[in-house]
């Protein structure tokens, strides 16, 4: 398997279940409705361990922009690489998109609210506040590179790193993910948004593209906010 099939297979399976717990929790009608913040953090965590355990060893197991681009930018990984990774985990997450999409397809016209729709693909902020949601992207996404490149510096038993890391995304959306919904990964924000957009989902309303630059931005910046720091200390 090439390392761009990995990311995309990778990325595509995070959305397929990180997305996919929101619809659960989101939708009318669906066994899951109202299961609530933990079960989507935790859910969330699950998913990208479980595309970090399958797919993690064949490209590193990146599954995001900011990754990629921070870890390239301390000299951990090939600038010539970038752009494959990126199209790959861009592509991934319409796919996954389209797969929760799929397999919700009942319920979308038993659910009125066209923001709870546009909720299951992409993030929006609790209260709408340009700066304030752009620096909480950026700190979520610091404390996810930073947090990455830390663990690293710890020996561990095989398979056991990428169990740290999910509960490193486990806490980050505990702790930091109510104010915007925790993106820290603009694949994984704008791929939906995109499929969102493009999928003939029953009665949706718009993609908000006036707020979607901010889970593509922050997390940039914060990724090589937590790279910095990172070489800085260690």
Same mark, same amino acid.
């Given at each position: 398997? &090439?390392?761009?099939?990995?990311?995309?297979?990778?990325?595509?399976?995070?959305?397929?279940?990180?997305?996919?717990?929101?619809?659960?929790?989101?939708?009318? +009608? &669906?066994?899951?409705?109202?299961?609530?913040?933990?079960?989507?953090?935790?859910?969330?965590? /699950?998913? *990208?361990?479980?595309?970090?355990? !399958?797919?993690?060893?064949?490209?590193?197991?990146?599954?995001?922009?900011? /990754?990629?681009?921070?870890?390239?930018?301390?000299?951990?990984?090939?600038? &010539? +690489?970038?752009?494959?990774?990126?199209? $790959?985990?861009? #592509?991934?997450?319409? *796919?996954?998109?389209?797969?929760?999409?799929?397999?919700?397809? @009942?319920?979308?016209?038993?659910?009125?609210?066209? $923001?709870? +729709?546009?909720?299951?693909?992409?993030? $929006?902020?609790? #209260?709408?506040?340009?700066? @304030?949601?752009? =620096?909480?992207?950026?700190?979520?996404?610091?404390?996810? *590179?930073?947090? =990455?490149?830390?663990?690293?510096?710890? +020996?561990? @038993?095989?398979?056991?790193?990428?169990?740290?890391?999910?509960?490193?995304?486990? #806490? #980050?959306?505990? &702790?930091?993910?109510?104010?915007? %919904?925790?993106? !820290?990964?603009?694949?994984?924000?704008?791929?939906?948004?995109?499929?969102?957009? !493009?999928?003939?989902? @029953?009665?949706?309303? %718009?993609?908000?593209? %006036?707020? $979607?630059?901010?889970? /593509?931005?922050?997390? !940039?910046?914060?990724?090589?906010? %937590?790279?910095?720091?990172?070489?800085?200390?260690?």
């Amino acid at each position: 398997m &090439s390392t761009f099939l990995a990311e995309l297979l990778g990325t595509a399976t995070l959305i397929l279940l990180g997305d996919g717990v929101v619809a659960g929790v989101a939708l009318n +009608k &669906s066994k899951a409705k109202d299961g609530g913040w933990i079960v989507v953090t935790m859910a969330w965590a /699950v998913a *990208v361990a479980t595309a970090a355990w !399958i797919f993690g060893p064949i490209s590193g197991g990146h599954f995001n922009p900011a /990754v990629t681009i921070a870890l390239a930018a301390i000299g951990n990984f090939a600038w &010539s +690489k970038v752009p494959a990774y990126i199209a $790959a985990q861009f #592509i991934g997450a319409i *796919v996954g998109a389209a797969l929760v999409w799929l397999s919700y397809l @009942a319920h979308w016209k038993e659910t009125e609210d066209k $923001a709870t +729709k546009l909720g299951v693909f992409c993030t $929006a902020p609790a #209260i709408r506040n340009v700066g @304030a949601n752009l =620096i909480t992207e950026i700190v979520g996404t610091f404390m996810l *590179v930073f947090g =990455i490149l830390g663990l690293g510096e710890t +020996k561990m @038993a095989d398979g056991f790193g990428t169990f740290a890391v999910g509960l490193l995304i486990l #806490i #980050i959306g505990l &702790s930091l993910g109510g104010p915007t %919904g925790y993106a !820290i990964n603009p694949a994984r924000d704008l791929g939906p948004r995109i499929a969102h957009a !493009i999928l003939p989902i @029953a009665g949706k309303g %718009g993609s908000d593209w %006036g707020y $979607a630059w901010i889970p /593509v931005v922050g997390p !940039i910046i914060g990724g090589l906010l %937590g790279g910095l720091l990172y070489t800085l200390i260690f």
